[in-house]
C-alpha cells in the first residue's frame, strides 16, 4: 500500500497546526507589547506633565 | 516585579533551539531512520504524531490539574496563569489526536471515526477543557473567574485514567497499548520504532515548554497592562 502522499499530507497538517498556534501566540504577543509601551509612554508623559 | 515588556525581548532562544534540533531529530527518525511497518505499511508512522500529541495533552491537562488544586489552596494568581496556559496547549494538541487519529483510521479500519470507549472519552475530555477555555474567555477576570476554573481543570482531569484504561477495560476498535505493556515498557515494538516513538516524544514534550514559556509571557504583559491601567485610572 503506498500511502507516501497521504502521510505527507498528514504531516504538513500537523506542523501546519502547530506553526498556526505559534503564529498565533507571536501575534498577540507583539500586539500585546505594543499596547504595553503605549501605555507606559503615556504614564511618563502623565507624569512629566504633573 | 518582573518587567513583562523586558521579558518578550528574551524569548529563550536556547530552548527555541533545542526544541528545533529535537523535531528534525524525529522527523529524521519518524521518515529516514525507522522501518516501514509489515501490515500497515506507511500510514503506521502518523502514530509517531498521534501518540506524541496524545502524551502532551494528557502532560498538559496533569499540569492544569497540579496548578488548579495549588490555585485552589493558595489562592496565588501565578498558578491561574499556569493552569490556563497548559489547558490552550492540552487542547491545541488534544485536537491533533482527534484529527491524526481518524486520518490513521480510514485507510487502516475503512471509517474515520467509530463511538468506541477510547475515541468517544478523548473527545468528551476535548469538549470538558474547551468548556474551561470558554468558561474563562466568557467571564470577568478575577478570583471568582479562576476559582470555577480551577473546579473544571480539577474535575476534567478524571477522564484521563478513563481513557487510558478504556482500551484494557471495555472491547474496542483502539489498538491496545503497544510501548507500556504489562509485560514493561517497550515490550510491543521492535526497538527502532520505541527509539523513534521516544525520540518524537521528547522532541514534543520540549515543544510543550516553549509553547508554555511563549503563552505564560502572554497572561503576564496582560496582568501588566491591567495593572498599568488600574494605577492610572486611580492617580487621575
Not at chain 2, 498538559?60 to 490552550?88: G, M, N, P, Q
Not at chain 2, 491545541?92 to 486520518?103: A, D, Q
Not at chain 2, 468528551?124 to 466568557?138: D, E, G, P
Request: aromatic fraction near 14%.
Amino acid at each position: 500500500m503506498d500511502n507516501l502522499g497521504y502521510l505527507f499530507a498528514v504531516n504538513v497538517f500537523v506542523w501546519g497546526g502547530i506553526f498556526v498556534y505559534v503564529f498565533s501566540l507571536i501575534r498577540r504577543s507583539h500586539s500585546l507589547k505594543k499596547d504595553l509601551d503605549l501605555l507606559k509612554e503615556t504614564l511618563k508623559k502623565d507624569s512629566g506633565n504633573e | 516585579m518582573s518587567d513583562a515588556s523586558q521579558e518578550t525581548d528574551n524569548p529563550g532562544y536556547g530552548l527555541m533551539g533545542l526544541t528545533a534540533a529535537a523535531v528534525l531529530a524525529a522527523l529524521g527518525a519518524i521518515f529516514i531512520y525507522v522501518p516501514t511497518e509489515r501490515t500497515e505499511g506507511v500510514v503506521q508512522r502518523i502514530m509517531y504524531f498521534h501518540v506524541p500529541s496524545a502524551w502532551i495533552a494528557f502532560f498538559a491537562f496533569f499540569i492544569v490539574f497540579l496548578c488548579s488544586i495549588l490555585y485552589l489552596w493558595k489562592k496565588e494568581r501565578e498558578w491561574d496563569i499556569y493552569a490556563h496556559a497548559s489547558a490552550e496547549i492540552g487542547i491545541v494538541f488534544c485536537s491533533l489526536v482527534l484529527i491524526t487519529g481518524p486520518l490513521w483510521a480510514k485507510p487502516i479500519w475503512g471509517v474515520w471515526w467509530v463511538w468506541d470507549a477510547r475515541l468517544t472519552s478523548t473527545l468528551v475530555l476535548w469538549l470538558i477543557y474547551v468548556a474551561y477555555l470558554m468558561l474563562r474567555a466568557q467571564s470577568e477576570p478575577g478570583s471568582t473567574r479562576a476559582k470555577y476554573a480551577a473546579v473544571i481543570g480539577i474535575v476534567g482531569f478524571l477522564d484521563i485514567p478513563l481513557i487510558h484504561f478504556s482500551v484494557l477495560w471495555w472491547r474496542t476498535f483502539h489498538p491496545d497499548p503497544k510501548f507500556i505493556t504489562t509485560q514493561g515498557i517497550g515490550t510491543g515494538n521492535e526497538t527502532s520504532m520505541n527509539i523513534t516513538l521516544m525520540v518524537a516524544l521528547a522532541a514534543f514534550t520540549l515543544l510543550y515548554f516553549l509553547l508554555m514559556s511563549l503563552r505564560v509571557r502572554l497572561e503576564r504583559m496582560k496582568d501588566e497592562i491591567d495593572r498599568i491601567r488600574k494605577e492610572r485610572l486611580y492617580s487621575h
